[in-house]
């Protein structure tokens, strides 16, 4: 069975600070992962995906995430904070064969202090 | 603007009321699909339709009613309500295909069952 966890539920870094939102899986087979944000009164938007490609994946806005098999994670990362990165952020896992349902971590809200 | 569009924004209903939600894809997708979003809960995917049929329904209630009359057009009537599904409800797109395809999110629909 596939699930995600999310390590924290709760992150808050200071402007100008690394970013680094956990998140770790269980699959039965090759794994297509995914980072989602939401930002407050709006929709999910992907900020990244791994899928069996390269395993450090660049998202949009300088966010990235590295596909660690062996530790079963898929840590999301941005070197520098920005005030506007404060958002919901969720850890995704989608089984690459015929279930392609999407499993969803609870998600992480990340604060960025002034 | 992701391309997915879902109105009204805001609703408040009684649960004797009857309303509906929209939802429009501009991305020309073959698969929709609706979420229900609540505060720490993971999102749970509520229905899925392919080529406007439907190929999942997640055990939802029969007060929720999902209609997809064309590729780019989801509905969701809701009729006699309890509160307890006062949610965030989102219309998701996606390209099936072989594969890995992100899902494309509205804002959604902020729902209070009064």
């Known amino acids: 069975a596939q699930s995600v966890t999310q390590l924290d539920s709760h992150v808050s870094v200071s402007e100008g600070t690394p970013v680094l939102l956990r998140c770790n899986y269980s699959?039965?087979?090759?794994?297509?992962l995914f980072w989602y944000v939401q930002h407050p009164n709006k929709g999910l938007q992907l900020l990244l995906k791994?899928?069996?490609?390269a395993t450090l994946v660049k998202g949009i806005n300088g966010f990235e995430a590295e596909f660690k098999k062996s530790e079963t994670s898929f840590h999301l990362t941005k070197p520098s904070a920005h005030m506007s990165d404060a958002a919901e952020y969720f850890c995704?896992?989608?089984?690459?064969?015929?279930?392609?349902?999407?499993?969803w971590g609870l998600g992480t809200s990340l604060a960025v202090n002034p | 603007e992701t391309g997915v569009t879902q109105t009204p924004r805001h609703l408040v209903m009684g649960m004797t009321n009857k309303k509906s939600l929209k939802c429009e894809q501009h991305l020309g997708h073959n698969a929709m699909y609706w979420y229900k979003q609540s505060a720490k809960k993971p999102l749970e995917l509520m229905f899925v339709y392919n080529f406007k049929e439907q190929t999942e329904n997640n055990s939802v209630p029969s007060r929720f009613s999902p209609e997809c009359p064309n590729s780019s057009h989801l509905f969701l009537h809701l009729h006699t309500l309890q509160p307890e599904d006062s949610a965030l409800y989102l219309c998701a797109s996606s390209q099936l295909k072989v594969g890995d395809t992100e899902a494309f999110f509205g804002q959604g629909t902020r729902l209070t069952v009064v």
């Open positions: 699959s039965s087979y090759s794994p297509s």
């Open positions: 791994y899928t069996s490609a």
């Open positions: 995704v896992v989608r089984n690459a064969g015929n279930n392609r349902k999407l499993i």
